[in-house]
């Protein structure tokens, strides 16, 4: 993961003159998959939960990216594949909510239809997020205090974190995600780095 500084904005995905569906789709998955992953865990408290959000948010990534490569209204395909991780993440945050309010979350295999993988395509499959022997070997005695440190921030100091530092979204895109202003994504940040800082250096 690229280290991200917690002022400024972040660059455009890249990508953006791609101007075929399924490629934007299969490097989106690339891409941006574990940082979902990490991002609706984080929200659920519930990995395979987690996983289920973010299988909705690819398939409808599916439905949009061919949506918009059919169309010839704004914005282009290129266009959209630039701004896609705001997208992504905002999709992504929508369903989440959406199983919070419902506490019983559908699996997604009782949710899709007999026909949708074959309509879909295999590029919106998400793979096993499981952690291989590498990560388990990861798995440090740091690891484990910053782990801690997170989980005592407040749920909005976890979320714009996960954005900025994750995601590597923009302070003005972090604002698209969640509602907030830019200001208050500035003093979530601050305030939880602050707290991570603490937390740290009296561990």
């Known amino acids: 993961m690229p280290a991200q500084s917690l002022s400024g904005d972040s660059g455009a995905v890249a990508g953006a003159s791609d101007d075929d569906p399924s490629d934007v789709i299969a490097r989106a998955v690339d891409e941006h998959q574990r940082s979902l992953l990490a991002y609706a865990a984080g929200l659920l408290r519930d990995p395979i939960a987690a996983q289920d959000a973010v299988q909705e948010t690819f398939l409808q990534l599916c439905r949009k990216a061919r949506q918009v490569a059919s169309s010839d209204d704004p914005p282009t395909l290129g266009e959209f594949a630039a701004r896609l991780a705001p997208w992504l993440f905002t999709v992504c945050r929508t369903r989440v909510i959406d199983m919070q309010r419902k506490k019983t979350p559908q699996s997604f295999s009782s949710r899709q239809g007999p026909t949708e993988p074959a309509e879909l395509g295999p590029e919106a499959i998400v ?16 690891h484990r205090l910053v782990a801690d440190s997170i989980s005592g921030l ?13 995601a590597g979204l923009s302070y003005r895109e972090i604002a698209d995600v969640t509602g907030l202003t830019t200001s208050n994504v500035g003093f979530h940040l601050h305030q939880a780095v602050a707290s991570l800082r603490k937390q740290l250096v009296t561990a």
Request: proline share 14%.
């Open 127 to 142: 793979s096993d997020p499981g952690p291989t022997p590498a990560d388990a070997a990861q798995a440090t005695e740091e």
């Open 154 to 166: 407040t749920p909005k100091q976890r979320e714009v974190l996960q954005l900025r530092m994750q």
